[in-house]
């Protein structure tokens, strides 16, 4: 880092400092936010737009893990347009995820949140299927209170997704496809299989945001496989904890994923549901994608202590691939 200052190469240096930044994200958020500010002021002289506000995100994600909310929201409020300027969809969006997150919770209420995530997620849909193609953003659990484990299984589109292809739209019922699982990252494969079978197309599903029929209904089921792993076992456990299991998934014409049942191998398991959805104009397909359409989920099957949510929303595409922001938290009501 001194030979570079020493040299002049402000990129090169602003590079160090935002990496000893991310270094000590997540332990010292002094000293992160310490190197990552340093960093960001560096890249605003070099005029790098998209790197100077991935460090203000940086910042913004290191307040809300140690809980000050108001300076989270100065960093993400500065962080947007530096994205959006850098043509940025998915870091522009896990930033306004956020904001919408703290918006929706409250200052004082996110001070109790057992768990919180918020990111953008990537969906490239073509004319016959669906598929996963990442996400960016952060997340946080603090609670050891697994009073009721269905509340740390989230995310439902990526529950689904274990092969990154969430859907085969013109598969027909009893047909099914399968492949080796890929890792939070959607890149690594992990030694475990899937696969995903249509097991009807005439389903009807009655949740909170209303009764559906002809709902299509798809069960993935996640495995270890034979492939070599030589990770550590604190790493397949978690691996096995958090992928093998059945999840069953009804989704209704025109409107998208009404229903989620997720029992892990673990023993544990999870009914999420839709609330509430807008999907503008009359919906095409079995996950309608188009600006503006959002939906919202609960969990069925917790105790009447708790409230958690999730919410989807789309916000941009660009040929293809739609990126939709999400938050998802959870807290005791009677904490």
């Known amino acids: 880092m001194a030979i570079a200052e020493k040299l002049g190469d402000r990129e090169s240096l602003a590079e160090m400092l935002?990496?000893?930044?991310?270094?000590?994200?997540?332990?010292?958020?002094?000293?992160?936010?310490?190197?990552?500010?340093?960093?960001?002021?560096?890249?605003?002289?070099?005029?790098a737009l998209f790197k100077q506000g991935n460090c203000l995100?940086?910042?913004?994600?290191e307040?809300?893990?140690v809980k000050k909310v108001v300076q989270a929201n100065g960093y993400y409020e500065q962080a947007i347009p530096l994205l959006e300027a850098a043509k940025s969809q998915e870091w522009a969006g896990a930033c306004r995820a956020s904001l919408e997150m703290i918006g929706a919770v409250g200052e004082e209420r996110f001070l109790t949140l057992i768990r919180w995530a918020?990111?953008?997620?990537?969906?490239?849909?073509?004319?016959?299927?669906?598929?996963?193609?990442?996400?960016?953003g952060c997340g946080w659990t603090g609670s050891t209170d697994m009073t009721s484990p269905a509340l740390f299984i989230i995310n439902p589109l990526w529950q689904v997704s274990h092969m990154n292809m969430l859907l085969k739209t013109s598969m027909p019922p009893g047909e099914c496809w399968s492949g080796e699982v890929s890792s939070f990252y959607g890149h690594q494969s992990l030694a475990m299989e899937a696969t995903v079978t249509v097991q009807s197309d005439s389903e009807t599903v009655a949740v909170p945001a209303g009764s559906f029929t002809n709902c299509l209904m798809t069960e993935q089921i996640t495995t270890e496989?034979?492939?070599?792993?030589?990770?550590?076992?604190?790493?397949k456990q978690l691996h096995r904890e958090v992928f093998c299991g059945t999840r069953r998934?009804?989704?209704?014409?025109?409107?998208?994923?009404?229903?989620?049942?997720?029992?892990?191998?673990?023993?544990a398991g999870s009914l999420i549901q839709l609330t509430e959805y807008s999907v503008s104009g009359p919906g095409e397909g079995y996950l309608p994608l188009a600006p503006g359409n959002s939906w919202t989920y609960g969990w069925a099957n917790v105790p009447e202590e708790y409230a958690a949510k999730e919410v989807y929303k789309v916000v941009a595409r660009e040929g293809n691939v739609w990126f939709l922001e999400h938050y998802s938290y959870c807290y005791r009501t009677d904490g």
């Not at 992160?32 to 605003?44: M, W």
């Not at 995100?57 to 994600?61: I, S």
């Not at 496989?225 to 790493?235: M, Q």
Request: hydrophobic content about 30%.
């Open 57 to 61: 995100d940086w910042l913004g994600n």
């Open 18 to 47: 935002q990496f000893i930044g991310h270094v000590h994200s997540g332990n010292n958020y002094r000293k992160a936010q310490k190197y990552l500010r340093k960093a960001s002021e560096v890249f605003q002289e070099t005029g």
């Open 225 to 235: 496989s034979n492939l070599p792993d030589d990770a550590p076992e604190e790493r």
């Open 249 to 267: 998934a009804w989704y209704a014409p025109g409107a998208g994923l009404v229903q989620l049942h997720v029992r892990r191998e673990d023993g």
């Open 63 to 65: 307040m809300m893990y």
């Open 118 to 136: 918020s990111g953008c997620i990537q969906l490239e849909k073509n004319s016959d299927f669906v598929l996963f193609k990442g996400e960016t």
